[in-house]
């Protein structure tokens, strides 16, 4: 059974372990003829009501799940918020009153939610299956444009305000290596944010390789990739410590339509590559590898990825399934 399976039965457990008892308790009211508040019964089948139904919406929308959990149990507490207010003074102000039974199934309701909420988040954070949503840990994207053309590539820049001399220059390594042939995209990041990107991708030369995403949308897209693979490899690099390797210098999703590269320069800084022709693949890789090693010379850092291999007969081609589509060549 798959996690979505799992999910489903939520509004049958709820049902099990907490309404099952009321049911129970309706029917011996009815055969032992006792008074029974029934007003309390309303609320309690409310309640369960309601959580077997938000259990429901998280079993059937699984990808969103922690995003889910997180905006109800805003919502929750914010009512729990306004309930526990007009509980405590509602006698003063206006006179009225809380039933004691909705305050407490409300409350019961809201501290389950969160105990649940936060067991689930750190149990896949700890397993390092739970890859977050970090567009809001992005911080400003760099916005000052300009663009500069060499040789045949006319290539974009884009930067945020006041970057030092140092990156200066890792800009100026990162425009020389980028062209219309191999490295399509390089993007330089320091201290959890994007500090310049540089691209052809509006070149007409590869207009072929964009069919439902534009070039804007595919920038930000990187953008993002590049955040949440920087985050990855740090949670691969706490699980990797005990092989005694050292950390991930180089990381490459070779994907059918090109790739992306994630290369570390140290501690507080890190590039994020790409290559939209599949043929391509072997010679982006060389290039931010020494892309990384001239970045590192600016802030006086020896290089860590200095290599020599011969070339491969007929490049870095392999076959691919062909799909219902068409593509005229392989592109990221």
């Known amino acids: 059974m798959d996690s979505r399976d799992r999910f489903a039965r939520l509004p049958v457990v709820i049902a099990s372990l907490v ?15 006792e008074e ?4 309390r019964a309303v609320t309690v089948v409310g309640v369960i009501v309601t959580l077997a139904a938000v259990a429901t919406v998280l079993g059937r929308i699984r990808a969103r799940l922690p995003v889910l959990m997180v905006a109800a149990l805003t919502v929750t507490a914010a ?7 007009a509980a405590a003074f509602g006698p003063v102000l206006w006179r009225g009153s809380v039933p004691g039974e909705l305050h407490g199934l409300v409350t019961t ?7 649940a909420t936060g067991v689930y988040l750190l149990v896949q954070y700890n397993r390092g299956l739970y890859l977050p949503y970090l567009e809001a840990g992005m911080g400003p994207l760099p916005t000052a444009t300009k663009r500069k053309v060499i040789g045949e590539s006319e290539i974009l820049i884009r930067t945020v305000p006041d970057i030092g001399p ?8 990162c425009v020389s290596m980028v062209d219309q042939d191999d490295l399509h995209f390089v993007a330089y990041y320091a201290g959890g944010r994007c500090c310049f990107y540089t ?18 949308e595919r920038r930000e897209l990187y953008l993002k990739a590049g955040n949440q693979l920087n985050w990855l490899t740090g949670r691969l690099n706490n699980q990797f410590r005990r092989i005694e390797g050292g950390i991930l210098i180089r990381t490459v999703l070779d994907v059918e339509r090109g790739a992306l590269y994630l290369y570390w320069v140290d501690e507080a800084r890190y590039l994020v590559g790409v290559t939209l022709d599949q043929r391509k693949v072997d010679v982006a890789d060389d290039k931010m590898a020494r892309l990384v090693d001239m970045i590192r010379g600016h802030f006086t ?16 081609l392999r ?10 060549e392989s592109g990221s």
Do not use: C, M
């Open 36 to 39: 029974y508040d029934t007003a």
């Open 301 to 316: 850092l020896p290089p860590i990825n200095q290599r020599e291999r011969p070339p491969k007969p007929g490049g870095h």
């Open 109 to 115: 309701g809201v501290s389950a939610f969160a105990f």
């Open 166 to 173: 140092a990156v200066e220059k890792a800009l100026g390594s």
């Open 19 to 33: 309404l099952l008892p009321v049911l129970l308790e309706f029917l011996a009211w009815y055969i032992e003829g």
């Open 199 to 216: 691209d052809v991708l509006d070149d007409a030369d590869l207009a072929h390789f964009f069919h439902d995403t534009a070039q804007e």
């Open 79 to 85: 009512g729990e918020a306004v309930l526990g207010f």
């Open 319 to 328: 076959s691919v399934v062909p799909r219902s589509e068409h593509w005229p």
